[in-house]
C-alpha cells in the first residue's frame, strides 16, 4: 500500500479511531488501527470487541492495500509532523515508511488480513437525529450514570423510543435524570441500552460541522453515524430498571428558584460542607442553605423563593443536585418535594422535558 494524505486530516481521523483502541487488550492486533484503502479513499478502522470505529478520509492512492499499525505510535508520530503532506508506504513485510517533507519514519506493522472488521448494521435500520439535541440530551443525562462496576446495567443509559418521542434515561441508585424530546422519526417502540461513556465519546466526537448524526441498532450493537465516521457499540442486555415507577405523582411543596443563585449558594455551602452534606430549610418565600465541619466552620445563605405547599427542613448531597444545575439553562428551576426521606424533583420551571430525581440524606 502506498498513499498520500493531508496530516491534519490524518491526525484527526487517528484522533476518531482512538475511541475504539483498548490498550488492555492482551490481543496485540486490536492494540492498533487498521489503514485501509477503499473507493479511492483511506478507511482507517479501529475495535476492541467492545466499540468499533470506523472512518474514510480523502487520500492519493498510488497502490492499494492494507496494514495495521500500533495505534499509540501512529498517533505520536502523525500528531509531531509537520502540518504538509504524509505519504505512507507499506512493504511486503509491513514495514511502514511514514515520510514528510525531509523526514522518515520506519516502523514495523501487522497485516491486515485478521483484523475484524465492527458489526454492520442495516442501512434501512438507520434514523436521523439532531446533533445539538444528542448533544443535549448526553449532556443532561450522562452525570446520572454509575460507575459502580458491580451494577453493570446502571453504567448504561436507557435511550427510549415510545409515542413518537426519544426519552433518555440515566441512573445511579442516588439520583434519576431523563431528557425527553419529540422525534417523529421513532414511531416504533423499542429500546436499548447503550455504555454511559460511549454515549459522552460519541457527543464529544460530533464536529460543529455535523447537524445531523445517525442512530441505528439491532438486539446486540448500536451504531452512530457522525459524518464519515460510524462508532458500533456493543449494547448492555438486561432490563433496565422501571424508572417510571420511582417518580412521585403528588407533592406537598412546591417552590420557584432562580437557578443560578441556587447553584452558587451550593458551591459556597461546599467550601465548609462535611461530605458534601447540605441542609436545606423551606419556609414561606426563603431557603435557607447551611453546612458545617466541625474542622472549618459552617455557613447560612438564605435565596429568595415563590412557594406553594408546606414548609420543609431536608438534607442533600450538594454536589449532586450541582451536577444537574450545571445543565440547566433556564431562568429558573421548580423544586417538587413531599417529605425529608421522599424523592425530590428538579425541572426547568414549565419545562417538563427534563425530570431529575434526586434522594435526601438521612440525618
Do not use: W
Not at 420543609?312 to 426521606?341: C, G, H, Q
Amino acid at each position: 500500500m502506498k498513499i498520500t494524505v493531508n496530516q491534519n486530516e490524518l491526525q484527526s481521523a487517528i484522533n476518531m479511531t482512538l475511541k475504539g483502541v483498548s490498550n488492555k487488550n492482551t490481543i496485540e492486533i486490536l492494540k492498533g488501527i487498521l489503514f485501509e484503502t477503499y473507493e479511492g479513499k483511506l478507511m482507517l478502522t479501529s475495535n476492541n470487541l467492545e466499540i468499533g470505529v470506523q472512518t474514510v478520509i480523502d487520500a492519493d492512492i498510488q497502490r492499494e492495500g492494507k496494514v495495521v499499525i500500533d495505534a499509540k505510535i501512529i498517533s505520536d508520530i502523525v500528531r509531531k509532523l509537520p502540518s504538509s503532506d504524509v505519504c505512507l508506504d507499506v512493504d511486503e513485510t509491513h514495514i511502514v515508511k511514514i515520510s514528510s517533507t525531509s523526514l522518515e519514519f520506519n516502523i514495523k506493522g501487522f497485516s491486515g488480513e485478521d483484523f475484524p472488521i465492527p458489526v454492520s448494521i442495516e442501512e434501512n435500520y438507520y434514523k436521523e437525529i439532531s446533533s445539538d439535541i444528542f448533544k443535549e440530551m448526553v449532556r443532561k443525562t450522562s452525570f446520572a450514570v454509575s460507575l459502580d462496576e458491580t451494577k453493570p446495567l446502571l453504567m448504561g443509559e436507557l435511550i427510549e423510543f415510545k409515542n413518537n418521542s426519544i426519552n433518555m434515561v440515566a441512573i445511579d441508585g442516588f439520583r434519576l435524570a431523563i431528557k425527553y424530546i419529540k422525534d417523529d422519526n421513532f414511531v416504533t417502540d423499542s429500546k436499548i441500552i447503550v455504555p454511559g461513556k460511549t454515549l459522552v465519546d460519541i457527543s464529544r466526537m460530533i464536529p460543529p460541522s455535523v447537524d445531523k448524526i445517525k442512530l441505528g441498532f439491532d438486539e446486540k450493537h448500536a451504531s452512530f453515524i457522525i459524518g464519515e465516521t460510524i462508532l458500533t457499540t456493543r449494547l448492555l442486555e438486561g432490563e433496565f430498571i422501571n424508572y417510571s415507577q420511582i417518580i412521585p405523582k403528588e407533592f406537598s411543596t412546591k417552590l420557584k428558584i432562580h437557578t443560578k443563585d441556587f447553584l452558587y449558594a451550593l458551591d459556597r455551602a461546599c467550601l465548609v460542607a462535611k461530605n458534601n452534606l447540605i441542609k436545606i430549610d423551606i419556609s414561606d418565600d426563603n431557603l435557607k442553605i447551611s453546612s458545617k465541619n466541625d474542622e472549618i466552620g459552617n455557613l447560612e445563605e438564605n435565596i429568595f423563593i415563590e412557594l406553594e405547599g408546606s414548609n420543609l427542613e431536608i438534607a442533600f448531597n450538594a454536589k449532586y443536585f450541582m451536577d444537574a444545575l450545571k445543565t440547566i439553562d433556564e431562568e429558573y428551576i421548580s423544586l417538587e418535594l413531599n417529605t425529608n426521606v421522599s424523592p425530590c424533583i428538579l425541572k426547568p420551571y414549565d419545562d417538563d422535558s427534563y425530570t431529575y430525581l434526586l434522594l435526601p440524606v438521612r440525618i
